[in-house]
């Protein structure tokens, strides 16, 4: 058993938030409304053969997707056995940061593609390993009675560290011709130098976690060092335990992992989209961007009252439902007017959806299972992280077409919500 949570300050739990503001670098800039567009409509334009760009990123992430799901287990056992939870979301981050900066070298010339592609994915990889063992710090500076307000704070300083950086980066170096710095455009530079802005941020913001927040302590009995083999051995074998004490937990993890799946896809593949399919310009989606991170964190804040009262199913559900439709109407819509329109009606439950997913287990955790249960949520949402992806480049290569792509997400909703369906419900009058 692990000694008692202590009541950490309010400086070491900003300090821990200030990752995640710092993390949006990563997920808002790099692999949403910025780089990943640049890849594609601008690198990866003028690509010989018959395999487009979209469906290159979209192998490129499946594929990071694939190995996040061969090293979780293995980085989260050894660092929780080590009791050095910070000095791996320290090595992870900086080797994010380094595959940011190193995005500075792809010019706008489809011969780099390649090295974007490498990038990104490496990028993709490193981050989620990062938050791996970030997710577990967690306990760190909160009790059972605080956890869900701490973790609420984390997930809102990374929407508003989303919104900033855009705008900084949107004005400064993209709007108009350059931005306001009037940084030439020629090969991409603006660009290019908007990725050494976002390694940059994420570095300063990084910062505080490893002065502010102690390290965890080491379990009391080491356990051996496990490979990747012996690591999912252990990994099945817990599954199987929590099976027989709570089978709706197994079936909850099961279909998060998949819905969770569709919601990263949309925050991945909705800005490239945005532009090749409904012609949303490349420093536009930037605003659009903005205004969803805005509509997302209402959206979150609202359900979270919602969650109180009916349940935190009934909210994904009503929340995959709300995406679906969207979804399916904008499958048949042109135009940036319709994108505005039902894109940001999309990203109303994109919050709600994520929010209260993590309330959903919580609820579900038994009292001292709470770390176990949230690193099994963790590793099963990345086995099937490479799952939207593959299909969104698979849909786009076999119709010919970017708009087909956005068939590969909702698919993987579907089944999501098709999973999700007979899973008991946490008793809310159970909550205190």
């Given at each position: 058993?692990?000694?008692?949570?202590?009541r950490?300050?309010?400086?070491?739990?900003?300090a821990?938030g200030?990752?995640?503001?710092?993390?949006?670098?990563?997920?808002?800039?790099?692999?949403?409304?910025?780089?990943?567009?640049?890849?594609?409509?601008?690198?990866?334009?003028?690509?010989?053969?018959?395999?487009?760009?979209?469906s290159?990123?979209?192998?490129?992430?499946?594929a990071?997707?694939?190995?996040?799901a061969l090293?979780?287990?293995?980085?989260?056992?050894?660092?929780?056995?080590?009791?050095?939870?910070?000095?791996?979301?320290?090595?992870?981050?900086?080797?994010?940061?380094?595959?940011?900066?190193?995005?500075?070298l792809?010019?706008?010339?489809?011969?780099?593609?390649?090295?974007?592609?490498?990038?990104?994915?490496?990028?993709?990889?490193?981050f989620?390993?990062?938050?791996?063992?970030?997710?577990?710090?967690?306990?760190?500076?909160?009790?059972?009675?605080?956890?869900?307000?701490?973790?609420?704070?984390?997930?809102?300083?990374?929407?508003?560290?989303?919104?900033?950086?855009?705008?900084?980066?949107?004005?400064?170096?993209?709007?108009?011709?350059?931005?306001?710095?009037?940084?030439?455009?020629?090969?991409?530079?603006?660009?290019?130098?908007?990725?050494?802005?976002?390694?940059?941020?994420?570095?300063?913001f990084?910062?505080?976690?490893?002065?502010?927040?102690?390290?965890?302590?080491p379990?009391?009995?080491?356990?051996?060092?496990?490979?990747?083999?012996?690591?999912?051995?252990?990994?099945?074998s817990d599954l199987r335990?929590l099976?027989?004490a709570?089978?709706?937990?197994?079936?909850?993890?099961?279909?998060?992992a998949?819905f969770?799946?569709?919601?990263?896809?949309?925050?991945t593949?909705?800005?490239?989209?945005?532009?090749?399919?409904y012609?949303?310009?490349?420093?536009?989606?930037?605003?659009?961007?903005?205004?969803?991170?805005?509509?997302s964190?209402?959206?979150?804040l609202?359900?979270?009252?919602?969650?109180?009262?009916?349940g935190?199913?009934?909210?994904?559900?009503?929340?995959?439902?709300?995406?679906?439709?969207?979804?399916v109407?904008?499958?048949?819509?042109?135009?940036?007017?319709?994108?505005?329109?039902?894109?940001?009606?999309?990203?109303?439950?994109?919050?709600p959806?994520?929010?209260?997913?993590?309330?959903?287990?919580?609820?579900?955790?038994?009292a001292?299972?709470?770390g176990?249960?949230?690193?099994?949520?963790?590793?099963?949402?990345?086995?099937?992280?490479?799952?939207?992806?593959?299909?969104?480049?698979l849909?786009?290569?076999?119709?010919?077409?970017?708009?087909?792509?956005?068939?590969?997400?909702?698919?993987?909703?579907?089944v999501?919500?098709?999973a999700?369906?007979p899973?008991?419900?946490p008793?809310?009058?159970?909550?205190?």
């Amino acid at each position: 058993m692990a000694a008692p949570p202590t009541r950490a300050t309010r400086g070491q739990i900003v300090a821990w938030g200030l990752w995640d503001w710092g993390s949006a670098a990563f997920n808002a800039v790099i692999l949403t409304f910025v780089f990943s567009v640049y890849l594609t409509d601008a690198v990866g334009a003028d690509l010989p053969g018959s395999v487009n760009a979209n469906s290159w990123l979209g192998y490129s992430i499946g594929a990071s997707g694939l190995l996040i799901a061969l090293m979780a287990p293995v980085i989260g056992q050894r660092a929780d056995a080590a009791g050095r939870r910070k000095l791996s979301v320290g090595i992870w981050t900086a080797m994010t940061i380094a595959s940011m900066t190193g995005l500075f070298l792809v010019e706008d010339d489809y011969r780099f593609l390649w090295l974007g592609l490498l990038l990104l994915g490496l990028g993709s990889i490193f981050f989620e390993l990062a938050s791996v063992s970030y997710n577990a710090v967690l306990t760190q500076v909160s009790t059972p009675a605080t956890i869900g307000r701490v973790s609420g704070f984390g997930w809102a300083m990374g929407y508003l560290g989303g919104i900033v950086l855009l705008l900084v980066v949107y004005v400064g170096f993209i709007s108009g011709d350059g931005g306001i710095l009037g940084v030439p455009t020629a090969d991409g530079l603006n660009i290019r130098l908007v990725a050494l802005v976002a390694a940059g941020w994420f570095l300063v913001f990084a910062l505080p976690m490893f002065f502010a927040v102690p390290e965890a302590p080491p379990r009391a009995e080491r356990s051996p060092r496990l490979g990747v083999v012996g690591s999912y051995r252990a990994l099945f074998s817990d599954l199987r335990d929590l099976y027989r004490a709570s089978p709706h937990t197994v079936y909850f993890l099961g279909a998060s992992a998949l819905f969770r799946d569709g919601l990263a896809a949309i925050f991945t593949f909705g800005a490239v989209l945005a532009v090749t399919v409904y012609g949303i310009g490349a420093g536009d989606v930037l605003v659009f961007g903005v205004a969803a991170n805005v509509v997302s964190a209402i959206g979150a804040l609202a359900a979270g009252r919602i969650d109180d009262r009916v349940g935190p199913k009934a909210v994904i559900v009503g929340s995959l439902v709300g995406m679906l439709v969207a979804g399916v109407i904008l499958l048949f819509v042109s135009g940036p007017t319709m994108f505005w329109i039902f894109g940001l009606f999309l990203t109303l439950f994109v919050g709600p959806a994520q929010s209260s997913s993590r309330t959903f287990l919580a609820r579900l955790a038994p009292a001292g299972q709470e770390g176990q249960l949230f690193g099994l949520y963790a590793t099963t949402g990345r086995a099937v992280s490479f799952l939207a992806p593959t299909l969104v480049g698979l849909f786009t290569y076999l119709f010919d077409s970017d708009r087909a792509g956005i068939v590969g997400i909702l698919l993987v909703l579907a089944v999501g919500l098709v999973a999700l369906s007979p899973v008991r419900p946490p008793l809310i009058a159970a909550d205190a």
